[in-house]
């Protein structure tokens, strides 16, 4: 289906309107706190909490509130349908949050670094390959059993489960991946900003996206007898 009659199929759908109207103020709320990022470049509002890469900030605390609402409508979910595997989606969200509050990966990568004897390559500190070792046993926790789900799970749950799964690569690509080049790429604080603001804003869009993706899983199916999976 072309994206031009794929975008009219959804307008025409009156029940797609929350949706759409909770999509847009997710990523309106985005664009606000990426734009007040670029403030202080110019001598406007240095206040940090605004900053897309403060410990504590106000946009974090946005992007706390948006995982929460994930957890709680996946339960939610997985209590209707009487599907644990949506359950275990929202062990994975709950994983992310305490991640992101608590610095999990990172205090626990300085330690592996440290115990393992990793040494600086490639532009990476030591800690940050015991990051990379952290992120990816906790991975393989949280998804083998997710891929156990999916195997024996039912069409619809396999449906949301690939859509989700391809919004995760998205994360880990700015959480990850635009990560590394932050701290790799040493090119003045021009780079790092961008970069920075890039990793943090890549990851906002993303979660909205994910937010909304799990809204309309619940709100397709919040009145339905048997749960069918949100098509888009």
Not at 150 to 164: K, Q
């Amino acid at each position: 289906m072309k994206i031009g009659a794929l975008i009219e199929s959804w307008r025409s759908n009156p029940s797609n309107s929350p949706i759409t109207a909770f999509l847009l103020l997710l990523l309106g709320i985005d664009f606000v706190f990426f734009f007040l990022h670029f403030l202080p470049l110019f001598g406007v509002l240095n206040d940090p909490l605004f900053s897309l890469e403060e410990d504590g900030g106000y946009p974090e605390r946005y992007q706390y509130a948006k995982i929460f609402s994930i957890i709680v409508l996946l339960i939610m979910v997985s209590a209707k349908a009487k599907v644990i595997g949506y359950g275990a989606w929202a062990v994975l969200f709950l994983y992310l949050l305490l991640d992101d509050a608590l610095s999990i990966h990172e205090l626990l990568g300085h330690q592996v670094a440290t115990s393992m004897d990793f040494l600086p390559a490639f532009g990476l500190r030591a800690r940050d390959f015991g990051e990379l070792v952290v992120t990816g046993i906790a991975a393989t926790l949280l998804l083998a059993p997710l891929a156990v789900f999916y195997l024996c799970g039912t069409s619809s749950f396999r449906t949301v489960s690939r859509y989700l799964f391809l919004l995760l690569v998205a994360l880990a690509f700015f959480g990850i991946f635009v990560d590394m080049l932050h701290v790799a790429i040493q090119q003045g604080w021009k780079v790092s900003f961008l970069l920075g603001a890039l990793e943090d804003g890549g990851e906002m869009i993303v979660m909205s996206m994910m937010a909304a993706y799990v809204f309309l899983l619940y709100w397709r199916n919040r009145n339905a007898g048997s749960l069918s999976q949100p098509t888009i």
